[in-house]
């Protein structure tokens, strides 16, 4: 059977699938989707002032031959090595789109060479339904390699594409330093969040939620350094500025656990943690918080714990 051929494939029609399918509209990107019927479906962003954009995509089964230049592989972290698996032999140039530590090296190992981008998404989403994210701010789409001088060229293909359709991107020649920002940000307001089960702006009401920020955030950083990550912002000063720009906001991984779902948690304090024990720091912080986490899990998702 004969592979078609595309410019970008996005892999996962969630929010950030849904808001880089808009941004790429004009490049006619394809989707890859578990609930994909090789048909076209109505993608829909919408904004507080009601709908942005919408309009049918070719969403294909994951089992379809389809071969693209660029995979945007915009799923949830524990799915990346699975969608890098799929799509081996398939795409020439991944970019991982998700939330997450440690992913980019894995895809690097896996892709070889040259190969493998990341990002960070600051532009802040809820769900509306299947194929269908609401804007709640706008933000920038950070993207970068390892540091090669191919992934960069790449990067700088991709933003240009995303920027003629509307959005705020850039690139830039190592994407470590904000990967990590983002990620100690994450570790912070993201447990805290779900534990409280509040918007991000408890972190500025709660003087006791803050204190677990700070020492998070050093925590963070403590190990961020250790690996040789040059950080371009105070982490703690990061955290209370991304809280107040979305103070209404609730957290993806609150969201993730009033849906009953899986978080992200292992690829963000439990990188942290991990880390931190391999290069002799001590995160116990961030250990708790994902000890924690995974103990909220446990009541919805451990099939052996709801039947005691």
Same mark, same amino acid.
């Given at each position: 059977m004969t592979q078609a051929?595309?410019?970008?494939?996005?892999?996962?029609?969630?929010?950030?699938?849904?808001l880089v399918s808009y941004f790429l509209r004009h490049k006619s990107p394809i989707a890859i989707s578990r609930r994909g019927k090789g048909r076209k479906e109505k993608i829909v962003l919408r904004?507080? !002032? +009601?709908?942005?954009?919408?309009?049918?995509?070719?969403?294909?089964? @994951?089992?379809?031959?389809?071969?693209?230049?660029? $995979?945007?592989?915009?799923?949830?972290?524990?799915?990346i090595p699975w969608g890098i698996s799929l799509l081996s032999g398939r795409a020439e140039n991944v970019l991982i789109l998700s939330n997450g530590l440690g992913l980019i090296e894995e895809a690097s190992?896996?892709?070889?060479?040259?190969?493998?981008?990341?990002?960070?998404?600051?532009?802040?989403l809820t769900s509306c339904g299947d194929f269908c994210a609401e804007l709640r701010g706008i933000g920038e789409i950070?993207?970068?390699?390892?540091?090669?001088?191919?992934?960069?060229?790449?990067?700088?293909?991709?933003?240009?594409?995303?920027?003629?359709? !509307? +959005?705020?991107a850039r690139a830039v020649e190592r994407i470590?330093?904000? @990967?990590?920002?983002?990620?100690?940000?994450?570790? $912070?307001?993201?447990?805290?969040?779900?534990?409280?089960?509040?918007?991000?702006?408890?972190?500025?009401?709660?003087?006791?939620?803050?204190?677990?920020?700070?020492?998070v955030a050093l925590e963070g950083k403590s190990v961020a350094e250790r690996k040789g990550v040059e950080l371009f912002e105070e982490p703690f000063e990061a955290i209370i500025r991304v809280a107040e720009r979305t103070r209404d906001n609730l957290s993806s991984m609150l969201q993730d656990v009033m849906n009953r779902r899986r978080t992200e948690i292992d690829f963000i304090n439990g990188y942290i943690a991990s880390e931190g024990m391999r290069l002799g720091i001590d995160a116990r912080v961030n250990s708790t918080l994902y000890h924690l986490i995974k103990a909220v899990e446990s009541y919805?998702?451990?099939?052996?714990?709801?039947?005691?």
């Amino acid at each position: 059977m004969t592979q078609a051929r595309h410019r970008y494939c996005i892999l996962g029609l969630g929010n950030i699938g849904v808001l880089v399918s808009y941004f790429l509209r004009h490049k006619s990107p394809i989707a890859i989707s578990r609930r994909g019927k090789g048909r076209k479906e109505k993608i829909v962003l919408r904004g507080e !002032g +009601g709908e942005i954009w919408s309009g049918e995509m070719l969403v294909y089964d @994951i089992g379809a031959p389809v071969r693209c230049d660029f $995979a945007l592989l915009a799923l949830k972290a524990y799915d990346i090595p699975w969608g890098i698996s799929l799509l081996s032999g398939r795409a020439e140039n991944v970019l991982i789109l998700s939330n997450g530590l440690g992913l980019i090296e894995e895809a690097s190992k896996a892709l070889g060479r040259g190969r493998a981008l990341a990002s960070s998404i600051t532009y802040g989403l809820t769900s509306c339904g299947d194929f269908c994210a609401e804007l709640r701010g706008i933000g920038e789409i950070i993207i970068g390699g390892p540091g090669e001088e191919m992934t960069y060229e790449k990067a700088l293909e991709i933003s240009g594409d995303i920027e003629r359709g !509307g +959005g705020r991107a850039r690139a830039v020649e190592r994407i470590e330093p904000y @990967i990590w920002l983002k990620g100690i940000v994450n570790s $912070a307001i993201n447990p805290i969040t779900a534990i409280l089960n509040k918007p991000n702006g408890v972190l500025l009401e709660n003087r006791n939620a803050m204190e677990i920020a700070r020492m998070v955030a050093l925590e963070g950083k403590s190990v961020a350094e250790r690996k040789g990550v040059e950080l371009f912002e105070e982490p703690f000063e990061a955290i209370i500025r991304v809280a107040e720009r979305t103070r209404d906001n609730l957290s993806s991984m609150l969201q993730d656990v009033m849906n009953r779902r899986r978080t992200e948690i292992d690829f963000i304090n439990g990188y942290i943690a991990s880390e931190g024990m391999r290069l002799g720091i001590d995160a116990r912080v961030n250990s708790t918080l994902y000890h924690l986490i995974k103990a909220v899990e446990s009541y919805y998702l451990d099939k052996n714990f709801l039947k005691k």
